[in-house]
């Protein structure tokens, strides 16, 4: 089984990224720091647009870049690329294939922005369309739902962050998330049972904020690709303004939770989903506060900083997304009607 | 009931926004102008972050001024915001009252960027923190699902993006839209009697593209507020890198596709789901192709040009929401578990 092995290799893959890419993260990151920019402009789509998501809050919160979501068809079919005067701009994609990706690059390097790809094929025509590029190197990915690419994407997403500040004991915490994550995959039998209970679930929603914001959505996208559960990820502040108002008694939630500044915020949610409303609540955390109020807790190692969390809290999420498709009798390696590599325009 | 006189009034309410407020837009327009603005930081919660939506799109393509939406948390919980130097800052919000949104327009004036509330009072903690306040003059809204105030929004940023530009032709569009919406509104009985169809529906997605991306995120979101459906919106592109692999045979896949530059590539997707995976569709278009493809099809004048179409073709979804809520014998007014203004940090 592809999906299976390569959910297990991801130790190993973000170890080797980090042996052998940081020089050449550290020269982008002086190359980036010698221009004015003033914010990030990111395409992306499926699991590489999660990433972005990430980079969304660790650049914002640990290097002040503020970053924007590119709106690809603005540069496809409207023909109407926005100015990216003072842009870093940067594409994500597993295969470097994806047309409108590529578009949003080419537009930046004709516009004299600075450019980015984020790729596993640095052959690319996104690759090609870049100043500089940073190769995930996960080797072939054979499953089409996405995992090792995703932590890799993580993974170099982070290290330019460290990079772009040069605080050598952030670049020892990056050394740990190895380790970290050996320890969470041990679950893995404990994962396996508790798919069961999900057999016959239709739906549901994965809360997440902050850093984890990627982990609930790429987390959703898993469970939606593999299980084809309908599986919706909000902020908690976001669904708070609305859509809170769909969950019922029994109604399940799945909740990334580690603590950190939005700990206090995401417990008092998860209480009242609880207690109040009476859902039911899947959660991933670091925190027994909030471990225990879950009918199923699955676990990440305490001692992690919050802004790493996002590497290792969405390894049980995929484990549950492997064990629970097998439990319902689909295909782990190629769900129906989508490709490993997508072409949009 | 408050929820069905307040979609009603939508024709009146944005005439009497663009017959009072033109000077002010022209005016705040003329004062960016002046400035050295990049790009546009945007932050708002649920009704007000979807027509933030559109703003990202419509000031996109036809300003050149590209769009970050905030991630509120790094300014309150994390209180690590980004550096905003050339931004021009935005918040949005029916209210005024969600600390997390007046945090980020503090936060903007503090350093020294140019803010703008948009928002239903002018006399509001996020008016008092901006530089410009557009008053979007939609009256009290009392039902707990926002309607007109979500047209309204939609009206000053168009408004905003044609004073930003100062084409004449541009405002003569403009006018037209009141009338367009009552057009629409004429398909209530229909709507009313197409919405029984629904009554045991329990999920479905919601697809829109370009300019029209805010449309399916809000409509899905009246869908959850209102009847307690899981409704997931997607940009069409993004359902294709995954999603789509849950829809089976009958599942309800809701589009919103006027004639435009994405129109074909809404077609072949709506063609791919409709013939091929045997999806159910409820269409909104002003295309016959698009139109005979559904089930269900709901019509919006052919004559509208496509930027200005989401403030027309959110109308239908409105009043299939409302009905669908009576049909399922729930609370039009006051849905469960959330209130009229939600304070999130």
New interface residues.
């Given amino acids: 089984m592809s999906l299976f092995s390569e959910i297990s290799e991801q130790p190993e893959r973000i170890q080797s990224l980090l042996n052998t890419q940081r020089k050449a993260v550290e020269q982008i990151a002086a190359a980036i720091r010698g221009r004015d920019i003033?914010?990030a402009?990111l395409a992306a789509?499926?699991?590489s647009?999660n990433a972005g998501r990430y980079a969304?809050?660790l650049?914002?919160?640990?290097n002040?870049?503020?970053?924007?979501?590119a709106?690809?068809?603005?540069f496809t079919?409207?023909?109407?690329?926005?100015?990216?005067?003072?842009?870093l701009v940067v594409g994500i994609s597993q295969s470097g294939q994806s047309p409108?990706i590529v578009s949003v690059l080419e537009e930046g390097r004709k516009q004299g922005s600075v450019t980015l790809a984020i790729t596993n094929e640095p052959n690319s025509p996104l690759a090609s369309a870049a100043d500089f590029v940073l190769d995930i190197q996960a080797g072939p990915e054979k499953a089409v739902?996405a995992t090792k690419t995703y932590t890799t994407e993580l993974m170099v997403i982070a290290m330019l962050s460290v990079a772009m500040n040069g605080d050598r004991n952030d670049w020892k915490d990056l050394g740990q998330v190895s380790k970290w994550m050996k320890q969470t995959l041990k679950q893995n039998d404990l994962i396996e049972q508790a798919a069961q209970r999900y057999r016959y679930m239709?739906?549901c929603?994965v809360l997440g904020?902050?850093f984890n914001?990627a982990t609930a959505f790429e987390w959703a996208?898993k469970l939606?690709?593999?299980t084809?559960?309908?599986a919706?990820p909000y902020?908690s502040?976001?669904f708070?303004?609305?859509?809170?108002?769909?969950?019922?008694r029994g109604f399940p939630v799945m909740v990334v939770a580690p603590q950190g500044?939005?700990f206090a915020?995401m417990l008092d949610l998860m209480a009242r989903l609880r207690k109040d409303?009476l859902a039911e609540l899947l959660v991933i955390s670091n925190a027994k506060k909030a471990l225990s109020l879950a009918q199923v807790p699955f676990t990440i190692p305490v001692e992690m900083p919050e802004w790493l969390t996002p590497l290792v809290s969405i390894l049980p999420a995929q484990l549950l997304a492997y064990h629970l498709t097998r439990a319902k009798g689909f295909n782990t390696e190629a769900?129906?009607?989508?490709r490993k590599v997508?072409e949009?325009?």
Same sequence: chains 1, 2.
């Avoid at 079919?77 to 842009?87: E, F």
């Fill in positions: 003033s914010y402009f789509r499926g699991t647009d969304n809050y650049w914002g919160a640990r002040g870049l503020p970053l924007a979501l709106t690809p068809s603005l079919y409207y023909n109407q690329p926005p100015k990216l005067k003072n842009a409108d739902a239709r739906q929603v904020r902050g914001y996208l939606k690709e593999l084809y559960v309908e919706e902020s502040a976001d708070q303004h609305g859509p809170i108002a769909m969950v019922e500044k939005v915020s409303i769900p129906r009607s989508i997508t949009t325009k």
